[in-house]
T-cell receptor
Framework: NAGVTQTPKFQVLKTGQSMTLQCAQD?????MSWYRQDPGMGLRLIHY???????DQGEVPNGYNVSRSTTEDFPLRLLSAAPSQTSVYFC?????????????????FGPGTRLTVL | AQTVTQSQPEMSVQEAETVTLSCTYD???????LFWYKQPPSRQMILVIR??????QNATENRFSVNFQKAAKSFSLKISDSQLGDAAMYFC????????????FGTGTRLKVLA
């Protein structure tokens, strides 16, 4: 298993450009999520998905779009990049969102994407 | 709404000593889980320990244990016999399992281990 993969690892954008951060997992996980990590702010939830075809907003969704057409993939789109979106972005997945506690509730994280918007 | 608060931006501990990292949380969910994650300089997020809120028994994983006080909404992490490899950022997180299905993280505590 490759686990959770993210591409690219680094990206520099100019203000106003759009791009898609890719996230994929090969563990058949139902739940996937995107976070941004900024100094002193911890990880903040951008969007999440409890299964294919279902997405919802997290704490800081503005300026980002997501879709979940397959179980494996959960891309994050920046519509018009702004300097305030300079951050490290993490994708994560877990087996399921519903049901009985157990091994299914641990999140597995990708290696992160460092994005700089000039 | 869920909130997670870590009031200690930085902590230091001598090698082989014990340290406790604090975390308080607030949630309206009837079913939730609590986690501690470790982030070393490599930036990779690693699960340290997990606690199901319906369980009264505190979780333990080798040198790591928690003190879960449900009524006080407190979830502290104790690291015993600290090792140099424990130096990292530690994040407390909650997951709402009965409605929001969101993971919410605290702002983190940077742990330094002194040789």
């Amino acid at each position: 298993n490759a686990g959770v993969t993210q591409t690219p690892k680094f990206q520099v954008l100019k203000t106003g450009q759009s791009m898609t951060l890719q996230c994929a997992q090969d563990m058949n996980h139902e739940y996937m999520s995107w976070y941004r990590q900024d100094p002193g702010m911890g990880l903040r939830l951008i969007h999440y998905s409890v299964g294919a075809g279902i997405t919802d907003q997290g704490e800081v969704p503005n300026g980002y779009n997501v879709s979940r057409s397959t179980t494996e993939d959960f891309p994050l789109r920046l519509l018009s990049a702004a300097p305030s979106q300079t951050s490290v972005y993490f994708c994560a997945s877990s087996y399921r969102a519903f049901g009985v506690a157990g091994e299914g509730d641990e999140q597995f994280f990708g290696p992160g994407t460092r994005l700089t918007v000039l | 709404a869920q909130t997670v608060t870590q009031s200690q931006p930085e902590m230091s501990v001598q090698e082989a000593e014990t340290v406790t990292l604090s975390c308080t949380y607030d949630t309206s969910e009837s079913d939730y889980y609590l986690f501690w994650y470790k982030q070393p300089p490599s930036r990779q997020m690693i699960l340290v320990i997990r606690q199901e809120a319906y369980k009264q028994q505190n979780a333990t994983e080798n040198r790591f244990s928690v003190n879960f006080q449900k009524a006080a909404k407190s979830f502290s992490l104790k690291i015993s016999d600290s090792q140099l490899g424990d130096a990292a950022m530690y994040f407390c997180a909650s997951f709402g399992a009965s409605g929001t299905y969101k993971y919410i993280f605290g702002t983190g505590t940077r742990l330094k281990v002194l040789a």
